[in-house]
């Protein structure tokens, strides 16, 4: 599969992206990545890339303190966007693509022509596909064991400052060693997005409080077995479209944690 690398980024973008104007509520932003199940989008001033916004920008953004007071509709994408956005050519080679995704912890990147006008974007779980008929190696040699966790009655504001601590988009939930859920970065920003909708904005810090992991998480989340294979994994984390999946033995205990980027290398 080594000569998949050495193609353009054309041969594998989507053609067809989703994007959002840097002048638009962050509340659009929340509910077009929840409509079409992605987690991020390039944000464009004109038909020009000038950064990119991700459910990890948003969950960071909306449970920050400097926004608690704050209406989600008085917060535009420009405000919370990453920028400048990291992207590349569609002459570009996937090899490239894979380097970035890696090298700049990333997983989203616009095609861009040379003034910087959207052609398309490239995926982490657009890579996934290129594994599905792969069968090795074992899960157990490509997981991350010491992977950050959380517990149901932890908080979601504790969730957050983990994420943004270990950089971990994905947080296994752990009741008595066994995983019953999982709470990922969109998953938390949808949860702010919802009080900042409902609760006067001289009460949200006490309700943000209030609301605990199991309020919110993912029950009964995709798990693979550490004797699954390559392929089985790229399939559960593009199918379900999540940046990582718990691995666990057969009585569901936490054994580790698979990431979409511990496949990247297998292309």
């Known amino acids: 599969m080594g000569r998949l690398r050495s193609k353009p980024v054309e041969d594998f973008m989507n053609r067809d992206p989703i994007s959002v104007s840097k002048d638009e509520q962050i509340g659009v932003a929340l509910e077009i990545m929840e409509r079409r199940g992605i987690t991020h989008l390039p944000v464009l001033s004109g038909s020009r890339v000038v950064g990119v916004i991700a459910a990890w920008d948003l969950m960071e953004g909306l449970g920050s303190a400097r926004l608690q007071r704050v209406v989600s509709r008085r917060v535009y994408v420009s405000s919370l966007m990453t920028e400048p956005a990291i992207t590349v050519s569609p002459k570009d080679t996937l090899d490239r693509a894979i380097s970035l995704f890696k090298d700049r912890d990333i997983s989203f990147l616009p095609v861009v022509d040379g003034d910087g006008?959207?052609?398309?974007?490239?995926?982490?779980?657009?890579?996934?596909?290129?594994?599905?008929?792969?069968?090795?190696?074992?899960?157990?040699?490509?997981?991350?064991?010491?992977?950050?966790?959380?517990?149901?009655?932890?908080r979601i504001v504790h969730a957050r400052s983990k994420m943004l601590e270990t950089g971990a988009r994905v947080l296994p939930?752990?009741?008595?060693?066994?995983?019953?859920?999982?709470?990922?970065?969109?998953?938390?920003?949808?949860?702010?997005?919802?009080?900042?909708?409902?609760?006067?904005?001289?009460?949200?810090?006490?309700?943000v409080r209030r609301i605990l992991i199991e309020d919110v998480m993912m029950e009964s989340p995709p798990t693979l077995s550490p004797t699954d294979r390559a392929g089985r994994a790229a399939e559960v984390l593009s199918g379900h479209g999540i940046p990582a999946v718990p691995v666990v033995e057969r009585d569901l205990s936490l054994t580790g944690v698979i990431a979409r980027k511990a496949l990247l290398d297998l292309i």
Do not use: C, H, W
């Open 117 to 154: 006008n959207l052609l398309g974007t490239l995926t982490e779980t657009d890579l996934m596909g290129l594994l599905s008929d792969r069968s090795d190696p074992p899960v157990s040699e490509l997981m991350t064991v010491n992977y950050p966790r959380t517990l149901p009655i932890d």
């Open 173 to 207: 939930v752990v009741d008595q060693g066994t995983v019953v859920g999982l709470v990922t970065d969109f998953i938390l920003a949808k949860a702010f997005m919802e009080i900042r909708e409902k609760i006067d904005p001289k009460r949200m810090d006490a309700a």
